[in-house]
């Protein structure tokens, strides 16, 4: 079975929380991003931004062993809407997807 993303998962957001005082607070909903198929093995799968690809706007990152979406505690990048790539491999197979991702301000 060929490698693929799960086709459900596209769009991610995260917030910018401004306080009535005006302390700033961001939270990014951790998300644990799925592939299925490939041959993993032992080694399992590894995640980056591919070669030319665009890396996921600032303060958010994204594991590279266990393909979880996370804040990376750096203020993130202004509201907006940003697209990213990312690819997975298990080594001798690879899959490339451009996710979504929208910094709300609330």
């Known amino acids: 079975m060929p490698l693929r993303f799960e086709d459900r998962q ?3 957001t995260a917030w910018k ?3 009535t005082d005006g302390t700033v607070r961001y939270y990014v909903t951790p998300e644990k991003l799925l592939v299925y198929g490939g041959s993993p093995g032992v080694e399992g799968y590894v995640w980056s931004t ?3 690809g665009r890396p996921p706007p600032f303060g958010i ?3 590279s062993l266990t393909g979880v979406l996370h804040w990376s505690g750096s203020p993130l990048s202004p509201p907006g809407v940003y697209y990213f ?3 997975v491999t298990d080594g001798s197979s690879t899959a490339t ?3 979504t991702i929208e910094v709300k301000e609330y």
């Open 10 to 12: 596209n769009l991610f």
């Open 17 to 19: 929380i401004v306080e």
């Open 50 to 52: 591919p070669i030319g």
């Open 61 to 63: 990152v994204i594991d």
């Open 85 to 87: 790539d990312l690819e």
């Open 97 to 99: 997807r451009t996710f």
